[in-house]
């Protein structure tokens, strides 16, 4: 599903207009990015928590040629599927 039929979805479901379902995911966005600057972390209840996470620099290899790398360290954001809908997803083992 792309972000077009997404707000057609959420245009339809709550009978507003497509414009304002994109408002509503523009501001949850901005909503989130502002959280993870401030807190390190953003939750979306019963679906995804993002986390920012900070990776150590390291060592690695060049797949093309196997000479030695060095990766520095950066900043990445990370999605925690929630329990419960990895539960509702993926089945059990």
Same mark, same amino acid.
């Given at each position: 599903?792309?972000?077009?039929?997404?707000?057609?979805?959420?245009?339809?479901?709550?009978?507003?207009?497509?414009? &304002?379902?994109? @408002?509503?995911?523009? @501001?949850?966005?901005?909503l989130?990015?502002?959280? #993870?600057?401030?807190?390190?972390e953003? /939750? #979306?209840?019963?679906? !995804?928590?993002?986390?920012? &996470?900070?990776?150590?620099?390291?060592?690695?290899?060049?797949?093309? /040629?196997?000479?030695?790398?060095?990766?520095?360290?950066? /900043? !990445? !954001?990370?999605?925690?599927? &929630?329990?419960?809908?990895?539960?509702? !997803?993926?089945?059990?083992?």
């Open positions: 599903m792309g972000k077009s039929e997404l707000f057609s979805h959420f245009a339809d479901r709550f009978e507003v207009k497509r414009t &304002q379902a994109r @408002e509503f995911f523009d @501001e949850l966005a901005a989130s990015e502002r959280e #993870l600057k401030r807190a390190g953003f /939750t #979306l209840p019963g679906m !995804v928590k993002l986390v920012v &996470q900070k990776r150590k620099a390291r060592m690695g290899r060049n797949p093309a /040629t196997g000479e030695a790398i060095k990766i520095p360290a950066k /900043t !990445v !954001v990370k999605a925690r599927i &929630q329990k419960a809908l990895k539960d509702a !997803v993926l089945p059990r083992k």
